[in-house]
T-cell receptor
Framework: DAGITQSPRYKITETGRQVTLMCHQT?????MFWYRQDLGHGLRLIYY???????DKGEVPDGYVVSRSKTENFPLTLESATRSQTSVYFC????????????FGPGTRLTVT | DAKTTQPPSMDCAEGRAANLPCNHS???????VYWYRQIHSQGPQYIIH???NNETNEMASLIITEDRKSSTLILPHATLRDTAVYYC????????????????FGKGTKLSVIP
């Protein structure tokens, strides 16, 4: 199906474990983004990518790693999960830098125990 | 980016037009107005954006006042599925550092479509 998908949709993990959240888009959009959404903080940008092999930090990058070897995929890895990383994670993509909208995936609800 | 002000909540009867206002009195000439919505437990959804002309797409219409200090998102025939929180965002449409990509959602307007 065309669009942007995320997996898993729900994940429970323990403190200290490595977790990877997947994001896949079928539009061939150049730009991809990872956000986290927490009550009281709204959406916060973690990392973004302007193209394959080009990534950069957003507002809250600590504790996260990203890669983008293919245009359509943008995985987010929590190297050693902490309770403060319990959140809902959204991936988004956009065809253009800022003149067009960002299209969001359905989200991954991550709980770190 | 310019600050926006939206009413916290609105009701609309199903089948009627929903008109959601947004004030952005400090908007700059190079800033666009974007609208997104978030239905409960779903990802944010892009709706429409504009600079100074009115815009229409398959989802909604965007009316921007001539002085650009306010705008109105219009859902022409609201359905129950349009119940969501609607966010008005004003931001520049050019690269100006990493923050260019950041979408800053305020509190938005919770629209309830009533049967």
């Amino acid at each position: 199906d065309a669009g942007i998908t995320q997996s898993p949709r729900y994940k429970i993990t323990e403190t200290g474990r490595q977790v990877t959240l997947m994001c896949h888009q079928t539009w061939s959009h150049s730009y991809m983004f990872w956000y986290r959404q927490d009550l009281g903080h709204g959406l916060r940008l973690i990392y973004y990518s302007a193209a394959a092999d080009i990534t950069d930090k957003g507002e809250v990058p600590d504790g996260y790693v990203v890669s983008r070897s293919k245009t359509e995929n943008f995985p987010l890895t929590l190297e050693s999960a902490t309770r403060s990383q319990t959140s809902v994670y959204f991936c988004a993509s956009s065809e253009a830098l800022a003149t067009l909208g960002q299209y969001f995936g359905p989200g991954t609800r991550l709980t770190v125990t | 980016d310019a600050k926006t002000t939206q009413p916290p909540s609105m009701d609309c009867a199903e089948g009627r037009a929903a008109n959601l206002p947004c004030n952005h009195s400090t908007i700059s000439g190079n800033e666009y107005v974007y609208w997104y919505r978030q239905i409960h437990s779903q990802g944010p959804q892009y709706i429409i954006h504009g600079l100074k002309n009115n815009e229409t797409n398959e989802m909604a219409s965007l009316i921007i006042t001539e002085d650009r200090k306010s705008s109105t998102l219009i859902l022409p025939h609201a359905t129950l599925r349009d119940t969501a929180v609607y966010y008005c965002i004003v931001r520049v449409a050019k690269y100006s550092g990493a923050g260019s990509y950041q979408l800053t959602f305020g509190k938005g307007t919770k629209l309830s479509v009533i049967p």
